[in-house]
């Protein structure tokens, strides 16, 4: 059956483009055919590892604020901390910085603000996907969310028009950068048309923003919960990083294994995109049957990452341990372990989130300890993302 998913004749389901439509417009996550086939060959290269790099000290920055913000509250003798809440707020900026940039952009900041408005309107709206007219059952929540992205949008393009303008070497190391570098230099059939630009600007942003986010506090939770992980993470990051101040060296980060092997457990456990969609765009034959034109597909990660049958019986354990020999952890099939989805259309980001992941686990778990707070309630929800749905509070203590 895989060679048949991978095949080009799936597409995203139009049900799906529609509902997430404010968020990713036309971007690349929705784009089709040949369209896709451009955008994605110009936007991939952006994601190249030694063009993050640029990115890294940003990242280490925004970490930095965050760990001063929360010695500031051990300090005043409180030492918990609504961990879900904290990862969201530093992982948004740094996705927005790293999309469009906002350092010494005002119209940046506002940006930022109003994503984070439009996001939260989405999630927590009851919406109805796929249903006839499930938005008159949010309507409020609907056209809400259609005015904050219509702000957003102007937004933006004053933000490239701005570039355009400057036409400046500032600024090409975020992925906007790259887009317009590409504009200027690029082939034209691949160039993007201003409502492109946007539509890629917002889609980074809702693409990077959740899921890495999510991917950074569940580790933590589970690395709450397993003390032993803890250390072993804290003595690599002594061994790659050395034993000084634990700055994190960017050149270094590859070298973090288990933290890789940690990381790939946790998004099997609780994958921040829970779903992969797929829809037929003409009548498939597989084997000896044939998926009619326009059926969806919504392959259950949550599901097949804890199924026994392809994990074996200790399928809810967390053992990063599965990873060691094993990219796809030791599943039983080529397909059972998909959190950044497959084939052509696998998550084109994976490289900034491994980044960005190994930087922040880096810094926190160098300068305290995690331990699950009493406050704790379990109950991972999909709301959009899996998320934990009364947060993430975490007894934290210095080292
Ligand atoms: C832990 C972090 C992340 C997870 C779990 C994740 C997961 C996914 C998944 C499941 C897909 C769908 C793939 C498919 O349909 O086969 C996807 C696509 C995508 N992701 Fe990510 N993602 C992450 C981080 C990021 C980041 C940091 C960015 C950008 C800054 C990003 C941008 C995108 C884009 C643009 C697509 C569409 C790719 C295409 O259709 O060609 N993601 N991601």
């Not at 001063?68 to 996705?95: K, L, P, S």
């Not at 809702?206 to 804290?234: C, K, P, V």
């Not at 009619?292 to 019986?313: F, Q, S, Y």
Request: net charge positive; charged share 25%; with cysteine.
């Amino acid at each position: 059956m895989s060679r048949y998913v991978a095949a080009k004749a799936w597409g995203k389901p139009n049900v799906f483009r529609k509902d997430r439509y404010s968020m990713f417009g036309e971007g690349l996550v929705m784009t089709e055919s040949d369209q896709w086939v451009l955008h994605r060959h110009v936007i991939a290269p952006a994601f190249n590892p030694l063009k993050l790099k640029g990115m890294g000290n940003m990242m280490v920055e925004s970490t930095k604020k965050m760990i001063e913000r929360w010695n500031y509250q051990i300090n005043y003798g409180n030492h918990e901390i609504d961990v879900e809440r904290e990862i969201m707020e530093t992982a948004g900026e740094i996705i927005a910085k790293a999309s469009f940039g906002m350092e010494d952009d005002e119209n940046g900041k506002i940006v930022f603000r109003k994503l984070k408005e439009l996001q939260m309107v989405l999630f927590k709206s009851h919406r109805f996907v796929g249903v006839p007219f499930g938005n008159f059952f949010a309507i409020k929540k609907t056209l809400e969310a259609k005015k904050i992205g219509q702000e957003v949008d102007k937004l933006l393009i004053s933000i490239i028009n701005d570039r355009m303008m400057k036409s400046g070497k500032s600024h090409q190391e975020d992925l906007l950068g790259h887009l317009l570098q590409e504009n200027n230099n690029g082939e034209e059939k691949g160039k993007f048309s201003m409502r492109g630009l946007v539509d890629e600007c917002k889609t980074f942003f809702f693409g990077g923003y959740e899921t890495t986010s999510l991917s950074i506090t569940w580790s933590l939770l589970l690395l709450a919960m397993h003390e032993d992980w803890q250390n072993q993470l804290r003595d690599e990051i002594k061994q790659v990083m050395g034993n000084g101040d634990f700055d994190v060296d960017v050149n270094m980060l590859n070298s973090l294994k288990k933290m890789k092997w940690v990381m790939n457990e946790a998004v099997r456990l609780y994958p921040p995109s829970p779903n992969v969609q797929r829809q037929a765009k003409e009548d498939i034959r597989v084997d000896n049957f044939t998926v009619p034109k326009g059926t969806n597909i919504w392959i259950d990660l949550i599901a097949m990452h804890r199924d026994a049958a392809l994990w074996g019986t200790d399928a809810n354990e967390f053992k990063p341990e599965r990873f060691k020999e094993d990219a796809n952890g030791g599943c039983n099939h080529q397909m059972g372990y998909l959190p950044f989805g497959f084939g052509g259309r696998m998550c084109v980001g994976r490289n900034l989130s491994f980044m960005e992941y190994k930087i922040v686990l880096t810094l926190l778990l160098s300068r305290f300890r995690f331990k699950v707070s009493s406050c704790y309630q379990h109950s991972p929800a999909i709301m959009l993302s899996l998320r934990p749905t009364h947060g993430l509070p975490l007894i934290v203590q210095p080292l």
